[in-house]
């Protein structure tokens, strides 16, 4: 079990250093608008026998969300303000399975974000080809309060988009009685 949780660690170890070395420090910048692409090697310890295990797509995905944050320039007023991110919710889709050695590249943008949530798509490639996608609703908070992502993202969206609408549904018929869900 420790070795499962360590190389997710050390994934975000390296992950980090790397955005921070390449893109960091207000060099070459992203914006929050544009898609990050996130490069990653499958390993021994990502598979079972020969493929991906499904809990990996959830480190990989947090990994890139990393990379994202590091890239657009939201880690500086994120550490300033103390300022963290908190996943709600997930929601994954697998079209083709992944195999040890192969290098994914994980396309992260945010699709969607309102005066609580903000959500994240992660789409998992190899070549040109999708192999998965991974939702992500998630909180920005500073301790205990939620924080508004207008504040840090500096973006507003129009509508949220029916995919959205048709999760937030399940998640709320998924709800137990007398508890509103996330």
């Known amino acids: 079990m420790k070795g499962v949780a360590v190389s997710g660690l050390i994934r975000n170890v390296f992950t980090i250093l790397h955005a921070l070395f390449i893109y960091g420090f207000g060099r070459k910048r992203t914006s929050v608008a544009d898609g990050v692409c996130s ?12 493929t991906l295990k499904s809990d990996k797509y959830f480190q990989l995905a947090e990994s890139a969300q990393i990379d994202f944050v ?3 320039g939201l880690l500086g007023p994120m550490l300033a303000s103390g300022t963290a991110f908190v996943n709600v919710s997930q929601l ?6 992944v195999y040890l050695f192969q290098r994914v590249q994980v396309l992260t943008h945010i699709i969607y974000a309102d005066e609580k949530y ?16 991974l939702l992500v609703k998630m909180k920005f908070k500073r301790k ?5 992502p207008f504040s840090l993202l500096q973006m507003r969206f129009d509508e949220l988009p029916a995919q959205l609408i048709a999760w937030n549904q399940t998640l709320q018929a998924m ?3 007398g508890r509103a869900p996330e």
């Open 39 to 50: 490069h990653f090697w499958i390993g021994p310890w990502d598979t079972g026998i020969k």
């Open 70 to 72: 590091i890239r657009a």
């Open 92 to 97: 994954v889709s697998f079209m083709k399975p």
């Open 118 to 133: 903000t959500y994240f798509s992660h789409q998992f490639y190899i070549r040109e080809s999708l192999h998965a996608e």
């Open 144 to 148: 205990r309060l939620t924080v508004e």
């Open 175 to 177: 709800a137990p009685a």
